[in-house]
């Protein structure tokens, strides 16, 4: 069955440190997304991609990065980690053509940063 | 003009009651407004979503109601159960926004036994 996974479920790390979150997708969505949840703040968008090389800043873009070298991963890369960006962070996917607005979401990743 | 608010923030529910969830927004462009269930745990998941062409979409004992002209639309979970119990999200979209989904802060619903 295809599936959306993420990696690792759960990271702490210091803050200045790089960290990359790995979402890795087997349903051959062009689409591909990133949020953080906070309380309070519901689901905001970091980054999306609607292909291979395609990258794009979402509301809350500052301090993050992707890449997107192939249809199946777009790794998040925290550049220096801040305590700010403590939150739960998911990875999506969708079909552009048949249901673009269908989000298949991973199961999430827990950060810290102390 | 991007936001999506979304109230309550928290809803308790008797068991067998209706629960309602209330959703603004202030786009005219879009198009596609989908409703996420959220576990603990887990990752949001899509539970019925309606296009502003119709006023109301029914799946089993979800519901969503679309007021254009208001520019709202609400999630109607009859017959709540505990099993229910999740935070659930609704969103919205432009079709030629490649599937770019705005969510509203989410709502926490507790279904008491």
């Known amino acids: 069955d295809a599936e959306i996974t993420q990696s690792p479920r759960h990271k702490i790390t210091e803050t200045g440190r790089q960290v990359t979150l790995a979402c890795h997708q087997t349903?051959?969505?062009?689409?591909m997304f990133w949020y953080r949840q906070d309380l309070g703040h519901g689901l905001r968008l970091i980054h999306y991609s609607y292909g291979v090389q395609d990258t794009n800043k979402g509301e809350v873009s500052d301090g993050y990065s992707v890449s997107r070298s192939n249809t199946e991963d777009l790794p998040l890369t925290l550049e220096s980690a801040a305590s700010s960006q403590t939150s739960v962070y998911f990875c999506?996917?969708?079909?552009?053509?048949?249901?673009?607005?269908?989000?298949?979401f991973g199961p999430g990743t827990r950060l810290t940063v102390t | 003009q991007q936001q999506v608010k979304q109230s309550p923030q928290s809803l308790i529910v008797q068991k067998g009651g209706i629960s309602i969830i209330n959703c603004a927004y202030e786009?005219?462009?879009?198009?596609?407004f989908p409703w996420y269930q959220q576990f603990p745990g887990k990752g949001p998941a899509l539970l019925i979503a309606?296009?502003?062409?119709?006023s109301e979409k029914k799946e089993g004992r979800f519901t969503i109601s679309f007021n254009k002209s208001a520019k709202q639309f609400s999630l109607h979970i009859m017959d709540s159960q505990p099993g229910d119990s999740a935070t659930y999200f609704c969103a919205a979209s432009t079709y030629n926004q490649g599937g770019k989904l705005i969510f509203g802060q989410g709502t926490e619903l507790s279904v008491k036994p």
């Open positions: 349903w051959n969505h062009n689409n």
């Open positions: 786009n005219t462009a879009f198009d596609y």
């Open positions: 999506a996917s969708s079909d552009p053509i048949t249901s673009p607005g269908e989000q298949y």
């Open positions: 309606i296009r502003p062409d119709v």
